[in-house]
């Protein structure tokens, strides 16, 4: 298939399908599934279903939300029925995730950048559960940040927009108050944020009893409910 590279961008290529079809037509006729490198083997089609939320709805990441794999239909309605509030926001995954911090000062670290969508409806349902008293609890990473990026003002806004914001210790969250993750890949940024919103001793002490206990790691792994520490 005929393209054109136009320019590097760190880790990642810019490039042009000199060809009729749309991006993501290409990407379904002559793409894989990128699984995360820790995978060790090629991504099959079991994959397609295995490695997607039950309740994704928009084209865009390349890669899965992965605390989500948690749910199924049933779940989601037995949630329903306690109660529980559900919102959605969408946070397209770029290739970026896969990639570790190779510097020795994170400050020094280039986040990479991801677009967002929150809609009004969702930005209603938690100024709702706060004046009621509710909890706001992040289902994965992705949702964190997604959140946060769009309260920087200090106020939640919806809308759509690009973040690269990178959450590491001393950060102060705007919005959520608990989060639901996976066990993250050593020198990441999500360990990074997890720390941030668990307190680093907390996450020691969770990762070693993770270790201990023998749970699975990563995106096809176990979960935890962080409280925020702050």
Not at 167 to 178: A, D, L, S, W
Not at 181 to 187: A, D, E, G
Request: aromatic share 8%; hydrophobic share 45%; net charge negative.
């Amino acid at each position: 298939m005929p393209l054109t590279i136009l320019g590097r961008e760190h880790d990642l290529y810019r490039v042009r399908f000199d060809v009729p079809q749309t991006v993501l037509e290409v990407l379904e006729q002559y793409g894989a599934l990128p699984l995360p490198p820790y995978i060790e083997r090629a991504a099959d089609r079991a994959d397609d279903a295995r490695y997607q939320t039950v309740y994704a709805r928009h084209l865009g990441a390349v890669a899965a939300p992965t605390a989500g794999l948690h749910f199924d239909e049933a779940m989601l309605a037995q949630l329903d029925a306690m109660g529980v509030i559900r919102a959605h926001v969408t946070l397209h995954v770029g290739a970026g995730t896969f990639q570790p911090v190779r510097v020795d000062n994170i400050a020094d670290h280039v986040m990479h950048s991801e677009r967002y969508t929150i809609p009004q409806v969702t930005v209603d349902a938690i100024t709702q559960a706060r004046a009621t008293g509710g909890r706001i609890v992040a289902i994965g990473t992705t949702s964190l940040r997604a959140l946060e990026a769009a309260a920087q003002s200090g106020q939640l806004l919806a809308g759509e927009g690009e973040t690269s914001i990178f959450i590491t210790p001393g950060y102060r969250f705007k919005v959520v108050e608990r989060l639901l993750t996976n066990f993250h890949l050593p020198k990441s940024t999500l360990l990074m944020l997890v720390s941030a919103f668990g307190g680093m001793d907390m996450m020691r002490q969770a990762y070693a009893h993770a270790v201990e206990h023998k749970y699975r790691f990563f995106s096809y792994g176990d979960a935890m409910l962080i409280e925020r520490a702050d």
